[in-house]
């Protein structure tokens, strides 16, 4: 690795001399504005009689370098503009510096003009996409703007080819091609987004308002300038930049959560302008959105085992239990209330400095801070196990249990009652991110650089949980899609039946800091002489460190609180519980009560068996390096070829819990150990890639992609830690011996543009995988974990054999311009993808390779469709999302698989322009009431099912720009 650096290093110099030796020519620089002095990104500029070319940047800035010099007329076209032209003079050794402003083009129909209002945003984003080399989709923020989407996750799933997973009716996890959350990269303005979850590498995509985006690019096939661990694709979100004018921009609007009839509150401004010489820009911006709602939530767990205490003993006295061949029936169920506040904050400062034609440099900063309150009351029933169950104690109606003994327990979530927490348990989300770089010119040599720091924590403090439990007897009802465990005699469920069962507080922090930098060279270069190519080489550093840390105490309350009854309560049924009428909740302790207890640590027990296996310090560096060319092998035929190298090293620490067996004999007593484990990881990826591009004309394009790509383990399971779940019979085990997932891609897609802005695409994709991970799990047979572990059920990540992913991609987006009168005002948008995968190497809890199983979060269908309506002052658009069901948890046999259900979404919104720069709107989220649906094995068997209700919002927006 360090002689290949050197190498590396010494082809730098000698290119950065060949650079300066191109000095008898000049260069050309520039930005491209609209009408109201917006970037305008993917606009092609090219120099009249001559084959140089270039496409304006995400903030409309365009280089052409190593002209002759002679004087050009210099053009621009831009689909759903008129083109513009302007004359520039070249001089030798000098950079001329030429701005344009493009106006919006209109359509002539039946001798007719007419006018695409609202379009301005579509433009830019198609443009973009069109005149990108590789696979890419590009959103822009006025079409995020047309959905009623108040986070960056729910915009994301309207693009073709992804999927979201949902919490509390919010898109939080990223699906691309139906490839895992951790599989898929999320970059802000091309640097990484660190991670606040514990367990994974996955991105909160709901932490990040849409209001602070100005476009979504999601690369399909990633180039080797790009980080290699992409396999489904890579995200990048890229935020607003200072203008060329002043701008201002405000939104002010409240809403109503149905499922709780509180309140929504959001507001958010943006101000921007540059100093009158043009050389500083800068942009200051700040959202805030205040939602008070909640969840309606019911879970089941499904066996096919049922076993009962015949009364009679063995030989040595051992009671002898007797099983029953049973239909699935549910052993466990919960009924759930949320209530949940959601506050998200973010801020973000950008200045921009040219410090001369030749030379500038750039500031960018975001701050996301999210506050997640939540009480919970769960209502939780589990059969009793076999020898508790007597021969009078059950039913079994044609072999489906309906009558039988459970142990019920009623837990209250909260927190402390302070000003932060408010007798709720609080979640403290922060992601923040500032980069530093620039961009030069040195002769004929481009230099772009950046360093960046990143940093996601989530910390819980003093979460409260109180439980108290009794055991009766219940009805256990038929409809599998609902179940209900009904009590076969109400005055069971009063609270002084109720026993103290315990009282815990726990704390919890998790970070990640990520520190990167990057450095990209580019020199021209015309290999086949057709035209404008160059090669472009860089290098990469990625620091990134991570540790969990938290911590659990138990309190005995027993004496104080005997039962439920002597406590604040407060009754939780509500007769519009959304997953029926028929789930009666019943009495809780209240979280006042709960949050006002004096849970001092030095008075509770330390629970480290709880806690300690899940602690860990993680460091990972990659350093990468990569070459590539871009040259046109004809007029309308280009090739990008180039090869990245990945260097990884990962030292990770965590803990093994040990439990010690008590021996009289020997004098030792029971006891919990805490093993500090580690352990180093180190390989080398080398991964080539080819895009090819053929522009059938100006309107039609063909792409073509062979790339290479890879997943990292995720750092928990890494470490040779043992984690005890012992409330769950559950035992969570490392693997330091994980290889990281590889990927060979194809992908060929045929797109093309309508003039009125619009576009017709369709594509095929193949992944080949090897060494994908999944969870494997079993059943202990023996005490092998420790005194009473056997039977525990026990989860290990390892890795698969191979993997395959097949699909096709079809997309629709255009005016209906062709219609009279005002329909030719309304638009669609419409995508559709069809996956089908297999897996190979997965094995059962037996041992035996399982070939039933296609690759878990491949949802088969995805749908996206929209129909909208724009005129000079009124819009309107009513939108549908569709993802199909797909196997989500392998489980240790078909019976025991996790499947996350379809899921189809419908939202309408509406707004009027009162004039050029006051628009009032209205949303309205989730009409279906979809619900968070999991089932086990088969679609009727209900595993966990939670309810949102609508949400509507309202508002006004204010926009002013001047240029």
């Known amino acids: ?158 693009i073709p080819g992804i999927t979201m997973q949902v919490d509390q009716g919010e898109a939080r996890n990223i699906i691309v091609r139906g490839l895992s959350p951790q599989l898929n990269s999320v970059t802000l303005n091309g640097s990484r987004i660190p991670s606040a979850e514990g367990d994974n590498r996955n991105v909160q995509m709901d932490l990040i308002p849409s209001d602070m985006i100005q476009t979504i690019e999601v690369n399909k096939a990633v180039t080797p300038d790009m980080d290699a661990d992409a396999m489904g694709g890579s995200v990048n979100l890229i935020t607003r930049t200072a203008p060329q004018g002043f701008r201002l921009s405000a939104t002010a609007g409240s809403g109503v959560n149905f499922i709780t009839d509180k309140p929504i509150w959001n507001g958010s401004v943006l101000v921007g302008d540059r100093s009158q010489d043009g050389k500083f820009g800068w942009m200051v911006s700040a959202t805030i959105n205040d939602n008070d709602f909640g969840s309606d939530n019911i879970e089941a767990e499904w066996t096919d085992e049922f076993e009962y205490n015949t009364g009679v003993q063995d030989v040595e006295g051992e009671d002898i239990l007797e099983e029953v061949a049973v239909d699935p029936y549910p052993n466990v169920f919960e009924n759930r209330t949320y209530l949940v506040q959601r506050v998200r904050r973010s801020f973000a400062a950008n200045l921009d400095y040219q410090i001369n034609v030749n030379n500038n440099i750039y500031l960018k900063s975001m701050y996301n801070w999210r506050d997640d309150r939540e009480n919970r009351f769960r209502l939780e029933h589990e059969i009793l196990d076999g020898e508790d169950i007597g021969s009078d104690d059950f039913t079994i109606t044609n072999g489906y249990p309906t009558r039988f003994p459970v142990e019920v327990k009623r837990q209250s979530k909260g927190g402390v009652n302070n000003s932060r927490n408010k007798n709720r348990r609080l979640e403290d989300q922060r992601m923040q991110n500032y980069s530093l770089g620039g961009d030069h010119l040195f002769g004929s040599l481009k230099v772009d650089w950046m360093a960046s720091y990143a940093k996601a924590s989530e910390e819980r403090l003093d979460e409260r949980y109180a439980e108290f439990e009794s055991e009766y007897i219940i009805n256990n009802g038929t409809d599998s899609e609902f179940p209900v465990f009904t009590p076969i005699d109400a005055a069971d469920t009063a609270p002084a039946n109720f026993d103290y069962g315990e009282i815990s507080n726990e704390n919890q922090y998790t970070e990640e800091e990520d520190v990167n930098f990057f450095v990209n060279f580019e020199l021209p270069a015309d290999f086949f002489g057709k035209g404008d190519g160059n090669v472009k080489f860089g290098a990469r550093g990625r620091f990134k460190s991570k540790n969990r840390d938290n911590n659990y105490f138990e309190y005995d309350f027993e004496d104080d609180f005997p039962t439920l009854d002597v406590v604040p309560t407060r009754d939780i049924t509500d007769p519009d519980f959304l997953a029926g009428s028929q789930y009666a909740a019943g009495m809780f302790a209240t979280e006042e009560w709960l949050g006002n207890l004096n849970l001092d640590p030095t008075q509770g027990e330390d629970k480290p068996e709880e806690y300690a296996p899940g602690n860990f310090d993680v460091n990972e560096d990659v350093f990468a390096a990569y070459v590539m060319v871009n040259q046109k092998l004809a007029d309308n035929f280009s090739i990008l070829a180039g090869l990245r190298l990945e260097n990884t090293k990962l030292e990770s620490k965590g803990n093994r819990v040990n439990y010690i067996e008590e021996d009289e004999d020997a004098g030792i007593e029971e006891a919990i150990e805490i093993e500090a484990v580690a352990e180093n990881n180190t390989y080398t990826n080398i991964l080539p890639g080819i895009h090819l591009k053929y522009d059938v004309s100006r309107s039609t394009v063909l792409r073509f992609a062979w790339t290479n790509t890879l997943a990292r383990p995720n750092y928990v399971d890494l470490i040779p830690r043992a984690e005890y779940v012992n409330e769950d019979d559950e035992i969570y085990l490392g693997n330091p011996d994980l290889n990281p997932t590889k990927s060979m891609n194809f992908d060929l897609m045929a797109e093309h543009y309508f003039q009125s802005v619009g576009i017709l695409s369709g594509g ?170 999991y089932y086990q094995g088969v679609s009727n068997r209900t595993m966990q099912a939670e309810y949102y209700s609508l949400r509507c919002t309202f508002g006004i927006k204010y926009d002013l720009f001047k240029k």
């Open 764 to 933: 095929l994709f193949y992944k080949k995988i090897n060494d994908f991970i999944y969870t494997y799990q079993t059943e202990t047979t023996t005490d092998i974990y420790g005194p009473g572990t056997e039977g525990y059920e026990v989860y290990q990540p390892l890795n698969g054999d191979d993997a395959s992913i097949f699909g096709a991609e079809v997309s629709l987006q255009r005016q209906l311009d062709f219609l009279p009168g005002f329909l030719r005002n309304m638009s669609i948008y419409l995508n559709y993808t069809y996956l089908t995968s297999s897996a190979d190497g997965i094995r059962n809890e037996d041992g035996d390779e399982r070939d039933d199983l296609d690759l878990p979060n491949t949802a088969p269908n995805m749908f996206n469709g929209s129909l909208g309506y724009s005129d000079k002052k009124f819009s309107a658009r009513l939108s549908a999302n569709f993802s199909d069901a797909y196997i989500d948890e392998i489980g240790g046999n078909a019976f025991e698989d996790r499947y996350y259900d379809k899921q189809f979404f419908l939202d309408l919104n509406a707004s009027y322009a009162i004039n050029q720069n006051l628009r009032v709107y209205a949303d309205l989220n989730n009409i279906t009431n979809q619900p968070l649906r």
């Open 1 to 158: 690795m360090t002689t290949l650096l050197k190498h590396y290093y010494v082809t730098l110099v000698m290119l950065f001399f060949v650079a300066w030796g191109m000095a008898q020519t000049g260069n050309i620089k520039g930005v491209i504005t609209d009408e109201n002095g917006i970037y305008v990104p993917g606009a092609s500029v090219f120099l009249e009689g001559t084959q140089k070319g270039a496409i304006s940047d995400f903030d409309g800035k365009f280089t052409l370098v190593n002209v002759t010099p002679d004087t050009y007329t210099l053009k621009v076209s831009f689909l759903g503009y008129n083109d513009a032209s302007k004359e520039v003079v070249v001089t030798a050794e000098e950079t001329t510096i030429i701005n344009l402003s493009l106006n919006p083009k209109n359509m002539e129909l039946d001798e007719v003009q007419v006018t695409a209002y609202g379009l301005g945003g579509t433009a830019k984003a198609l443009n973009a996409q069109k005149n990108n080399l590789n696979i890419t989709n590009v959103v822009s923020t006025d079409q995020i703007g047309k959905f009623p989407d108040a986070n960056i996750g729910d915009a994301v799933k309207r």
